[in-house]
Nanobody, 129 residues
Framework: QVQLVESGGGLVQAGDSLRLSCAAS????????MGWFRQAPGKPREFVAG???????FYADSVKDRFTISRDKAINTLSLQMSSLKPEDTAVYYC???????????????????????WGQGTQVTVSS
């Protein structure tokens, strides 16, 4: 089973950029569909971005054109490049992985929490206004 460790969170101002990383061990990321989710205080965890085994990417409407998900097979790391950050992006960000997926996944599949069998511990992102 893969183990995931997120990093890169912090306190930034509105309009700033931040890059989150999710380091994987135990299994190659390319064997998994991967996703980024976030959870703000008092709110349910929500989908942010996903990448299927083929490399296709999917985004929530709230982050489209601001966030970019990518996967570096050489270092077995998933990244989330976030730009034009807003206070409403403040949350704990989690990466998830699942091998239980077809080569081409759907947005519906990648955006569902129960599609994933492994999660990282989360990293806090705080955006001040």
């Amino acid at each position: 089973q893969v183990q995931l460790v997120e990093s890169g969170g912090g306190l930034v101002q509105a309009g700033d950029s931040l890059r989150l990383s999710c380091a994987a061990s135990g299994r190659a990321l390319s064997d998994n569909a991967m996703g980024w989710f976030r959870q703000a205080p008092g709110k349910p965890r929500e989908f942010v971005a996903g990448i299927d085994r083929s490399g296709r990417t999917f985004y929530a409407d709230s982050v489209k054109d601001r966030f970019t998900i990518s996967r570096d097979k050489a270092i077995n790391t998933l990244s989330l490049q976030m730009s034009s950050l807003k206070p409403e992006d403040t949350a704990v960000y989690y990466c998830g992985a699942t091998p239980r997926t077809a080569f081409f996944a759907t947005l519906e599949y990648l955006s569902a929490q129960n599609s994933y069998d492994t999660w990282g511990q989360g990293t806090q992102v705080t955006v001040s206004s």
